[in-house]
């Protein structure tokens, strides 16, 4: 009996390299489906695709640094926060949640969202968000304004908020110059979306750029109109926001 299991035993015996070939197998398959995953820079899949391998391989996924690419030794495979993927992944998803809401509230075609450069720009109308020479803003400016907190609310990035005019000086007792307009503009648009709207306010914050920064000829109407404007400009890449600094360091 002992004779005939051991003879049983010596003719599998190089069967053993079955295990090994499995081990190859699944590793080459994990390698393939990261190839296939990385030849299309989408954030969700990246992020499902890293939850499936740390789950699978029990590693530990790394994040991308800041520059956007993969960490030096580890095995991140997440896009950075400010590489050119993810803010068209942002932009996309500002544009959907922008089109949807503003479908829902039945003002289309009021906001305008682009990409600049590194940032993003979701553009306010002057004369849609404030009247004449005043940083007040018009009760049918509060929809458009919401609309535009539900885009940027989820997002980590820092928003600067800018006013803008047109070159046709000020010269009111409360608004000296076109400085003094656009940052009061800038300020208003800013406290609505803080107090109002929920915006985090450790992320935002206001700048008046006065007639410095057309975009369009201020030889026209057409043009002065679309320099007075509001824009809320998401900025790439996202800044850890920390508390005052302390003992005179920087």
């Known amino acids: 009996m002992s004779r005939r299991k051991k003879a049983h035993e010596e003719s599998h015996a190089d069967e ?8 190859l197998v699944t590793l080459l398959f994990g390698f393939f489906l990261l190839l296939y995953a990385t030849a299309d820079a989408n954030s969700v899949k990246f992020a499902e695709l890293s939850k499936g391998l740390a789950e699978a391989f029990h590693v530990p996924i790394k994040e991308a640094d ?7 030794g580890g095995t991140g495979i997440v896009p950075g ?15 959907s949640v922008v089109d949807r809401e503003s479908a829902a509230a039945g003002i289309q075609g009021q906001l305008r969202v682009t990409r600049e450069e590194d940032h993003i720009v979701i553009r306010l109308a002057d004369q849609l968000i404030f009247p ?25 990035n820092e928003l ?10 000020v010269g009111t ?5 076109n400085w003094e307009l656009s940052s009061a503009r800038a300020t208003a648009v800013l406290r609505y979306l803080v107090e109002r709207a929920n915006v985090d306010s450790s992320r935002v914050f206001a700048a008046g750029f006065g007639a410095e920064r057309p975009i369009a000829t201020n030889l026209t109407p057409e043009g002065r109109a679309l320099n007075r404007r509001a824009d809320i400009v998401v900025l790439y890449p996202p ?12």
């Open 66 to 72: 800041s520059s956007g690419g993969i960490l030096d």
């Open 173 to 177: 007792d409360r608004y000296p110059s």
């Open 81 to 95: 926060r400010n590489s050119p993927a993810q803010i068209e992944n942002d932009l996309a998803f500002i544009r």
């Open 160 to 169: 600067r908020i800018e006013g803008h005019t047109d070159n046709v000086p």
């Open 239 to 250: 800044v850890k926001i920390t508390g005052p600094v302390t003992g005179g360091q920087e």
């Open 16 to 23: 053993r390299w079955v295990i090994s070939y499995a081990d």
């Open 132 to 156: 004449s020479a005043s940083a007040d803003l018009r009760q049918a400016a509060l929809p458009v304004l919401d609309v535009a907190a539900r885009a940027v609310a989820s997002l980590p």
